[in-house]
T-cell receptor
Framework: KAGVTQTPRYLIKTRGQQVTLSCSPI?????VSWYQQTPGQGLQFLFE?????QRNKGNFPGRFSGRQFSNSRSEMNVSTLELGDSALYLC?????WGDGYTFGSGTRLTVV | GDSVTQMEGPVTLSEEAFLTINCTYT??????LFWYVQYPGEGLQLLLK?????DKGSNKGFEATYRKETTSFHLEKGSVQVSDSAVYFC?????????????FGKGTKLSVKP
């Protein structure tokens, strides 16, 4: 079965711009979570969506937002990009709590 | 709050050596426990899991046992290969909130030399 698909794989943006990342979960998985991974901070939780509703939210500024569509696909948006937003953004889906996540390969965002 | 502590890396071993990566956690309730592995340039892959006390998760020669009394979930492999070189993350589940549904530590980088 198809895994979690993230697009694009790589992205280069300029400070001040905004960016949208996309995630298609495994078919049937209704929970989608997003993480930011950097060498300094490690894995940091951004938010989780379940059936189109944000269920949990990490400690990130309001420039980071997301949404989930009726087909469970999810997008995250970062506005007014800063150099510190350069990171690997990982999306993960799960069937239900306690099952663990299946991760995508990530989107590598570089802000210049 | 809920947290996880992994041994500091990097860990460097010779091929066929025995591997142990320690993991201890504090979590509310009765979490499920997971080990994830991340190869260079990739996302995380679920390596193994355990959902109740004394359960042993295993996969690809790796094992970990859910020890409720010591709140630990140490990862072991009897004979590592160069292809096992990666970063390993221990992750207990939690009940959501600002940490999400899994708590990730900083990971332990393993390098296996031929």
């Amino acid at each position: 079965k198809a895994g979690v698909t993230q697009t694009p794989r790589y992205l280069i943006k300029t400070r001040g711009q905004q960016v949208t990342l996309s995630c298609s979960p495994i078919s049937g998985h209704r929970s989608v979570s997003w993480y930011q991974q950097t060498p300094g901070q490690g894995l940091q939780f951004l938010f989780e969506y379940f059936s189109e509703t944000q269920r949990n939210k990490g400690n990130f500024p309001g420039r980071f937002s997301g949404r989930q569509f009726s087909n469970s696909r999810s997008e995250m948006n970062v506005s007014t990009l800063e150099l510190g937003d350069s990171a690997l953004y990982l999306c993960a889906s799960s069937l239900e709590w306690g099952d663990g996540y299946t991760f995508g390969s990530g989107t590598r965002l570089t802000v210049v | 709050g809920d947290s996880v502590t992994q041994m500091e890396g990097p860990v460097t071993l010779s091929e066929e050596a025995f591997l142990t990566i320690n993991c201890t956690y504090t979590a509310t309730g009765y979490p499920s426990l997971f080990w994830y592995v991340q190869y260079p340039g990739e996302g995380l892959q679920l390596l193994l899991k355990a959902t109740k006390a004394d359960d042993k998760g295993s996969n690809k020669g790796f094992e970990a046992t859910y020890r409720k009394e010591t709140t630990s979930f140490h990862l072991e492999k009897g004979s590592v290969q160069v292809s096992d070189s990666a970063v390993y993350f221990c992750a207990p589940s939690t009940y959501g909130g600002s940490q999400g549904n899994l708590i990730f530590g900083k990971g332990t980088k393993l390098s296996v030399k031929p």
